[in-house]
């Protein structure tokens, strides 16, 4: 099986950076793409980022110019730089991994952390 591992979450005052991280564990032979999604109280999940396995990176409206997305292949791990934050970026952020082939497998299949909480408040 496949573990998606966030870390980096807290709180940080307005305008402030954060830096997320997700590990992604298991027998894993490739990973199609990596994300981050998003879910404030109250309110539905957010597509934030996504990054494909050759770099190719795609950011929601809300975040783009302020969040860079990156990856590193050879450890399965996904980050989320996160500068001028507001405090509307409050939520529960969840790291995905999507059409992950495993050893032995012959098709991917998508996985989900758990999910990290980041407070922006003053």
């Known amino acids: 099986q496949v573990q998606l591992v966030e870390f980096g979450g807290g709180l940080v005052q307005p305008g402030g950076s954060l830096r997320l991280s997700c590990a992604a564990s298991?027998?894993?032979?490739?990973?199609?793409?990596m994300g981050w999604s998003r879910q404030a109280p109250g309110k539905q999940r957010e597509w934030v980022a996504r990054?494909?396995?050759?770099?190719?990176?795609n950011y929601a409206d809300s975040v783009k110019g302020r969040f860079t997305i990156s990856r590193d292949n050879a450890n399965n791990m996904v980050y989320l730089q996160m500068n001028s934050l507001k405090p509307e970026d409050t939520a529960v952020y969840y790291c995905?991994?999507?059409?992950?082939?495993?050893?032995?497998?012959?098709?991917?299949?998508?996985?989900w952390g758990t999910g990290t909480l980041v407070i922006v408040s003053s």
């Open positions: 990054v494909m396995g050759d770099g190719i990176t």
């Open positions: 995905n991994a999507d059409q992950v082939l495993i050893v032995g497998s012959s098709y991917g299949e998508d996985y």
């Open positions: 298991g027998s894993i032979v490739s990973i199609y793409a």
